[in-house]
C-alpha cells in the first residue's frame, strides 16, 4: 500500500547516480583529446627545443654551421646571445644563438649516407 511513496525515493537515488558518472563521463572525451594533443605535438616539440638547446650549448669556435635561414658558416666568435659567423673569406656577420640551424656537418653527412 506505501509502495507509491517508496518508489520515487528509489528513482531520484538513481538518477543522482547516474548524474555523478555523468558528470565525469562528460570530461573523459576533453581529457582523452588532451591526452592525444600532448604525446602527438607537445611531447615532440618540447623534446626538439630541448635537444636544440643542447647542440647549441656545445658549439664553440672554429665549428662550421648553418643558420636557420640556410647560411653556411664558421663560428669566428661567440657571446651569450650573439654569434660572429664568418661566411666567406673577410665576411663576417652577427646572428643570434636562436637562428642556428645545427652543424653542417649533419647534412654532408646525410647526403653520403643516401649515395652508398
Known sequence: MLDFLFTPVFAEEASAATA??????????????FGIFYFLMIRPQAKKAKDEQA?????????????????????????????????????????????IGGKASTIFEKKTEEKK
Not at 60 to 81: A, N, V
Open 20 to 33: 555523478a558518472t555523468g558528470g565525469l563521463q562528460s570530461f573523459l572525451p576533453m581529457i582523452l583529446i
Open 55 to 99: 647542440m647549441i650549448s656545445t658549439l664553440g669556435k672554429g665549428e662550421e654551421i648553418f643558420t636557420k635561414s640556410g647560411l653556411f658558416g664558421t663560428i669566428r666568435g661567440m657571446t651569450d646571445k650573439v654569434i660572429t659567423l664568418e661566411i666567406a673569406e673577410g665576411t663576417k656577420i652577427k646572428i643570434l644563438r636562436s637562428q
